[in-house]
Nanobody, 118 residues
Framework: QAQLVESGGGLVQTGGSLRLSCVAS???????MGWFRQAPGKEREFLAA?????DEPYSVEGRFIISIDNAKNTVYLQMNRLEPQDTAIYYC???????????????WGQGTQVTVSS
């Protein structure tokens, strides 16, 4: 049974927006949740993280906004002004440790593909 399930990926044109969602199972440690991405031929890249109460969001990329709805066990990534270089598989993550922009999660989702056409 999957503990983190992402959705919301797809194909979008340059300049468009997408909102990714990730639902966490109730048994999962979610004191921190976040998003990473991996483009073809590149290493996995940290994008954003947030604490469970939602009052400490952090995003590496200003175009991407992370938020959380803990009543729904769901974390979101709103991605705006998308560019072709944003094309990647986007992964949800949970648990682990987070400190000042460095996140090492315990759990990973399966990933959702985002493709930005030029």
């Amino acid at each position: 049974q999957a503990q983190l399930v992402e959705s919301g990926g797809g194909l979008v044109q340059t300049g468009g927006s997408l909102r990714l969602s990730c639902v966490a199972s109730a048994t999962l440690n979610t004191h921190f949740m976040g998003w990473f991405r991996q483009a073809p031929g590149k290493e996995r890249e940290f994008l954003a993280a947030i604490n469970w109460s939602g009052d400490e969001p952090y995003s590496v990329e200003g175009r991407f906004i992370i938020s959380i709805d803990n009543a729904k066990n769901t974390v979101y990534l709103q991605m705006n002004r998308l560019e072709p270089q944003d094309t990647a598989i986007y992964y949800c993550a949970a648990g682990g440790t987070y400190y000042e922009g460095s996140y090492s999660p315990d759990s990973w989702g399966q990933g959702t593909q985002v493709t930005v056409s030029s």
